[in-house]
């Protein structure tokens, strides 16, 4: 049953709440143990929640629009007084003493929170293998990662467990795990859904979003979670967009690029997918061409210096003082270096290093400085593309799902796993992922559309036509 | 004495801190009040907590501008930035103040 089904059969009385709780934590009993996409389960509290709102509905009361349907919420979003880790040693335990907005709005819509799911130590990763406490498997084969950071929201939807998940996306960790999982991802235009409680790993480029099986059930969601907040400055200053109202009017007359930068280094039969969406499209009424942004090229290399400066800085305040971990030492210096080497992952201190060194007095100007002038051009690059097309057009991801290992060896080799998603980040604009067939090792390919800021609306149109079409 | 004067200028620099006041704090609402049971008047935003983000308040923005017509400044669009290095008393181990576009230059 999709959210909205649910949803709509827990208001009409024909199921409740808790059973819609019950199945969720039966699916996730019967087999997590071998996925691990949850770090925490909230068996008692999604019970207590769900009978509450089944109260409701036995009063007359509409609970909202996601009424009684299960969500998985990627753990480093704060929940209060439940475990929030970030998959790291450094915050095991961890219990937030307040809910982030997203978890508010979740709750004043009638979802009911199941748990907490695993994913990239602090968000940065594209495969879950950098989880402190082990990875999650791909629901799909289970030899294989789910992707990452996100990978356990996108397991737990793939799996069956619950119809909808939230993530967040940095540099693709929504959309790589979406596409390599066969469900729907999506990176709203930044600043439209709060970061208030999302534990910040780069603040410029971060964004929470959904997952779901379908492009109706992301767009209900992303309807509830989006919107100004004034806890969070960064927060546009507008009401969620009307997504799901205008979903299947098509996409006759749009004309979508498709973004040649992003369809170089990519496997064959993944390409291959995203030119039979292409014509999905032309078939459907758009006019399909060929888009250029040139400075995407630099997207990676840019990506890899703001990022982890940004990250250097807002992971300063694991020191072992206030909270988390703590490893005494013999002075406070002391303390501070060994629950940091304690605490911290290879790829998380990789990343703090890399960062610190790029804003360092002297290398500011030609490391940060010189990657936020090559964000402009990517920018501006883009900009010059929607003069031309309404939407932009590319793989989601180079490869289909890789096996455990394939690309721990070298970290480059791992960072290409988002070459087609970063740019996105980059420029701030939306980026949808749509499952669209398989490789030709039959696991999934997701193929994404990219539109102008706040062209939520548009993007999800083609999302729904392409859903509507896939093989 | 006075021969190892001549050739030295003297520059005296005031570093001034000032606390405003304001209801609230500069990034978050809590009461800005001294003398408080330790502990009372905090909140996810000044205690650092991960997830948490600062909002700006309108009334020090305003004594600053206030501040800055008052020693001739010109006053400007100013920016924000990150002083970052580790201290126990500061619990994002960054300070948030102004650096090269502060809001008041050219004062005196």
Known sequence: ???????????????????????????????????????????????????????????????????????????????????????????????????????????????????????????????????????????????????????????????????LAIGSDTGGSIRQPAALCGVVGVKPTYGLVSRYGLIAFASSLDQIGPFAHTVADAALLLEVIAGHDPMDSTSLERPAPEISSRLTTGVEGLRVGIVQELTQGIDDDVLARMHEAADALTAAGAKVGDASVPAAIYGLTAYYLIAPAEASSNLARYDGVRYGLRTDGVDITQMYGTTRANGFGAEVKRR???????????????????????????????????????????????????????????????????????????????????????????????????????????????????????P | MTDILEGWEIVVGLEVHCELRTETKLFCGCRNAFGDEPNTNVCPVCLGLPGSLPVLNRQAVEYAMRIGEALHCEIRPSIFHRKNYFYPDMPKDYQVSQYDEPINVDGW
Not at chain 1, 394 to 423: H, Q, R, W
């Open chain 1, 1 to 163: 049953m999709t959210a909205v089904e649910l949803a709509s059969a827990v208001k009409a009385g024909t199921t409740t709440a808790r059973k819609a709780t019950e199945d969720a934590l039966a699916a996730i009993g019967a087999r997590d143990g071998e996925i691990h996409a949850f770090n925490h389960v909230m068996g008692d509290e999604a019970r207590t929640a769900a009978d509450a709102i089944d109260r409701r509905i036995a009063m007359g009361e509409d609970p909202g629009p996601l009424a009684g349907v299960p969500i998985a919420l990627k753990d480093n979003m704060c929940t209060r007084g439940v475990p929030t880790t970030c998959s790291s040693k450094i915050l095991e335990g961890w219990r937030p003493p307040y809910d982030a907005t997203v978890v508010e709005r979740l709750h004043a819509a009638g979802a009911i929170v199941i748990g907490k799911t695993n994913l990239d130590e602090f968000a940065m990763g594209s495969s879950t293998e950098n989880s402190a406490f082990g990875p999650t498997r791909n629901p799909l084969d289970t030899s294989r990662v789910p992707g990452g950071s996100s990978g356990g929201s996108a397991a737990a939807v793939a799996a069956g467990y619950v119809p």
């Open chain 1, 352 to 470: 703090i290093m890399l960062g610190t060194y790029a804003l360092s007095a002297g290398y500011y100007d030609a490391y940060y400085g010189q990657a936020q002038r090559v964000r402009t051009l990517i920018i501006r690059d883009f900009e010059a593309a929607y003069a031309d097309y309404d939407l932009l057009l590319s793989p989601t991801a180079p490869t289909t799902a890789f096996e455990f290992g394939a690309k721990t060896a070298n970290p480059l080799a791992m960072y290409m796993s988002d070459v087609c998603t970063i740019p996105s980040n980059l420029a701030g604009h939306p980026a949808v992922t749509v499952p669209f067939g398989t490789g030709d090792d039959g696991l999934p390919v997701g193929v994404q559309i990219m539109g102008p800021n706040l062209s939520e609306p548009t993007v999800f149109r083609a999302a729904a036509t392409l859903e509507a079409a896939a």
